[in-house]
């Protein structure tokens, strides 16, 4: 299996500048992400994918001047958790696709397994901090909404979340 990840095409409509981030991953994205913007990585469905898709979420988000801490902490634990469920529970390569219009950020990762993730189970009475079975639990609480829709040959799963409006540097 080939281990570098790959880039895939910015959708039609994204970016103005085309700026194509450097680094091994070759994931392009949308201009400075004032009015709006979109990335998107295919990632090897490997251990490390997590880690690059950190990397990747969070050198987005300064990139289009996301630096809320909170807000990019959640953000970038949730899409860590979404990579993680499709590289252990899914099959193929994973995409992950992050968007952003206005004050909504959306990301979406998607994996060649068909079956969709099961319901978050409600959280326990006692808290059970053990590392397993928690990752949709983050997501669902975190999240302004989330869900998962098939996309050919597997799944999407995606969230979204409302930011505090931000503002473009001045130029």
């Known amino acids: 299996m080939n281990t570098t ?37 295919a990632l090897a469905a490997e251990t490390r994918a997590a880690s690059r898709a950190r990397d990747l979420t ?4 300064r990139r289009w001047h996301v630096t809320d801490p909170a807000e990019t902490g959640d953000i970038v634990l949730m899409v860590d958790e979404l990579v993680t469920n499709a590289v252990v529970h899914g099959t193929g390569p994973v995409r992950l696709a992050l968007c952003i219009d206005g ?48 996309a050919p040959p597997g799944k999407t799963v995606w969230f979204t979340r409302h930011l505090t409006p931000r503002t473009a540097p001045a130029r």
Do not use: K
């Not at 969070?58 to 988000?61: D, F, N």
């Open 58 to 61: 969070a050198r987005t988000l």
């Open 103 to 150: 004050a909504v950020l959306t990301a979406e990762v998607g994996d060649a397994d068909p079956a969709a993730p099961a319901a978050p189970a409600a959280p326990p009475g006692v808290p059970d901090w053990s590392e397993g079975g928690r990752g949709l639990l983050l997501v669902a609480a975190l999240a302004t909404e989330f869900g998962a829709r098939p």
């Open 5 to 41: 990840d790959t880039a895939t095409a910015t959708p039609a409509g994204t970016a103005a500048d085309g700026e194509q981030d450097g680094g091994q991953d070759g994931g392009q994205d949308g201009a400075d992400g004032a009015a709006g913007g979109a990335a998107v990585w």
